[in-house]
């Protein structure tokens, strides 16, 4: 979500942004600056804004930097979520920039208005892309809960690229109550690739079949991916309450130990420092996991050792700052309570996993100074996953 890098355009004013992103890339210094503002605008509400953000959707694709800022401007009209932009995005579904395309898509379905059904053919039409458009036009169908799709839909429920034929699956599942077909997808939870185990999370989050939680829950992939879908599962309207019966499942998703995960057994390294600092850092989510598991097991001083040594090299990289929180969190490491505060408090988006970690670590160590603090995220927190948890830390704290 682009709303986790509002901090890198901070320094960028609102009428900066809008002088800079309809200017001709030839007479800029730093061209680049022309999709920066794109992204800028799209955390802004003026109306001048918004025309400007409207206007960048028919930049020419022939320059790179227009045809960058196009997509950045589309992006940021989805996150607006002005009714008003429908007509452009709409536009945007006939061209030929695929990226452009995927962006209108996914605008669109944020914009959560009903199509006409001229709009929904042309919605419709994108089904004829590559793969990737393949899929995000899916889930939009499928979020969007148009039915006319149904027989090219059904099509592609066999096709061979799984990403595909997933997304149609949960298609099926939500719109058609084909459940049925959702169990194509559960191998695909663990498989060697990540991207087709994280698909396959998506996947069974968009289907809508409450029923899957538990095949989520024990996925080893991303937990912040996880719990989105989790939510939209047993919190589909937003309301950070869950039914007591999907709660303990939530609070194992929540906690994320690493032991109950479906981690196949090359993922997990061998126990010693330097093995475990490359998992931790892998591009891969279950090698990740499989990095903290290694440090869970690490023999205690060793394990103390390792763990200050990672948080003064790699404390910035918020990956292993989640872990680190979380090993801290479960293993209820009283001599690291300091790093649970360190965490809690972080501000910046992309550690809001962090928090999530932080917050049961304050459970488990009993630090009840933070209660402040869970407090208000219980009450303000953007994140659902986030603001969930720390309603159920406080009440058992």
């Given at each position: 979500?682009?709303?986790?890098?509002?901090?890198?355009?901070?320094?960028?004013?609102?009428?900066?942004?809008?002088?800079?992103?309809?200017?001709?890339?030839?007479?800029?210094?730093?061209?680049?600056?022309?999709?920066?503002?794109?992204?800028?605008?799209?955390?802004?509400?003026?109306?001048?804004?918004?025309?400007?953000?409207?206007?960048?959707?028919?930049?020419?694709?022939?320059?790179?930097?227009?045809?960058?800022t196009r997509r950045k401007a589309i992006d940021a009209l989805g996150r607006r979520k002005d009714p008003r932009a429908k007509p452009y995005l709409?536009?945007?579904?006939?061209?030929?920039?695929?990226?452009?395309?995927?962006?209108?898509?996914?605008?669109?379905?944020?914009?959560?208005?009903?199509?006409?059904?001229?709009?929904?053919?042309?919605?419709?039409?994108?089904?004829?892309?590559?793969?990737i458009q393949k899929r995000a036009a899916i889930q939009a169908l499928c979020k969007m809960k148009v039915t006319n799709a149904k027989p090219k839909?059904?099509?592609?429920?066999?096709?061979?690229?799984?990403?595909?034929?997933?997304?149609?699956?949960?298609?099926?599942?939500?719109?058609?109550?084909?459940?049925?077909?959702?169990?194509?997808?559960?191998?695909?939870?663990?498989?060697?690739?990540?991207?087709?185990?994280?698909?396959?999370?998506?996947?069974?989050?968009?289907?809508?079949?409450?029923?899957?939680?538990?095949?989520?829950?024990?996925?080893?992939?991303?937990?912040?991916?996880?719990?989105?879908?989790?939510?939209?599962?047993?919190?589909?309207?937003?309301?950070?309450?869950?039914?007591?019966?999907?709660?303990?499942?939530?609070?194992?998703?929540?906690?994320?130990?690493?032991?109950?995960?479906?981690?196949?057994?090359?993922?997990?390294?061998?126990?010693?420092?330097?093995?475990?600092?490359?998992?931790?850092?892998?591009?891969?989510?279950?090698?990740?996991?499989?990095?903290?598991?290694?440090?869970?097991?690490?023999?205690?001083?060793?394990?103390?050792?390792?763990?200050?040594?990672?948080?003064?090299?790699?404390?910035?990289?918020?990956?292993?700052?989640?872990?680190?929180?979380?090993?801290?969190?479960?293993?209820?490491?009283?001599?690291?309570?300091?790093?649970?505060?360190?965490?809690?408090?972080?501000?910046?988006?992309?550690?809001?996993?962090?928090?999530?970690?932080?917050?049961?670590?304050?459970?488990?160590?009993?630090?009840?100074?933070?209660?402040?603090?869970?407090?208000?995220?219980?009450?303000?927190?953007?994140?659902?996953?986030?603001?969930?948890?720390?309603?159920?830390?406080?009440?058992?704290?």
């Amino acid at each position: 979500m682009a709303e986790r890098f509002d901090n890198l355009t901070e320094g960028l004013t609102e009428e900066k942004a809008i002088n800079l992103i309809l200017a001709d890339p030839e007479k800029l210094d730093r061209p680049v600056d022309k999709y920066m503002a794109a992204t800028r605008l799209g955390a802004s509400n003026t109306e001048e804004s918004l025309q400007v953000l409207l206007a960048a959707t028919e930049l020419s694709p022939e320059n790179l930097y227009d045809r960058i800022t196009r997509r950045k401007a589309i992006d940021a009209l989805g996150r607006r979520k002005d009714p008003r932009a429908k007509p452009y995005l709409i536009k945007v579904l006939s061209g030929e920039d695929e990226a452009a395309v995927i962006n209108a898509i996914d605008a669109i379905t944020k914009l959560g208005k009903e199509l006409t059904k001229d709009e929904e053919k042309l919605l419709i039409n994108t089904l004829e892309g590559e793969d990737i458009q393949k899929r995000a036009a899916i889930q939009a169908l499928c979020k969007m809960k148009v039915t006319n799709a149904k027989p090219k839909i059904d099509l592609l429920s066999n096709d061979t690229n799984p990403l595909v034929s997933g997304a149609a699956k949960a298609y099926l599942a939500k719109v058609y109550d084909q459940i049925e077909k959702l169990d194509d997808l559960i191998p695909q939870l663990s498989d060697k690739t990540a991207g087709r185990r994280r698909s396959a999370v998506i996947d069974l989050g968009d289907a809508g079949d409450v029923h899957r939680i538990k095949d989520i829950v024990y996925a080893p992939v991303s937990m912040s991916l996880r719990a989105r879908s989790a939510f939209n599962l047993v919190d589909p309207l937003k309301t950070a309450n869950v039914a007591a019966e999907h709660e303990s499942l939530i609070c194992e998703l929540l906690k994320d130990n690493p032991e109950k995960l479906n981690l196949r057994p090359e993922w997990i390294c061998d126990i010693n420092p330097e093995d475990i600092v490359n998992n931790l850092q892998h591009r891969d989510e279950a090698r990740q996991y499989g990095g903290a598991l290694s440090l869970m097991r690490l023999e205690i001083p060793k394990r103390l050792e390792l763990i200050d040594e990672i948080k003064e090299k790699l404390w910035s990289d918020y990956v292993t700052h989640y872990y680190l929180t979380s090993v801290v969190s479960l293993q209820k490491i009283e001599s690291k309570a300091e790093l649970i505060r360190l965490a809690l408090a972080e501000t910046i988006p992309q550690y809001t996993k962090s928090r999530i970690a932080a917050a049961w670590g304050c459970l488990n160590l009993g630090l009840t100074d933070q209660k402040p603090l869970l407090e208000e995220l219980a009450e303000e927190a953007p994140w659902i996953p986030l603001k969930w948890t720390c309603k159920h830390v406080l009440k058992q704290m």
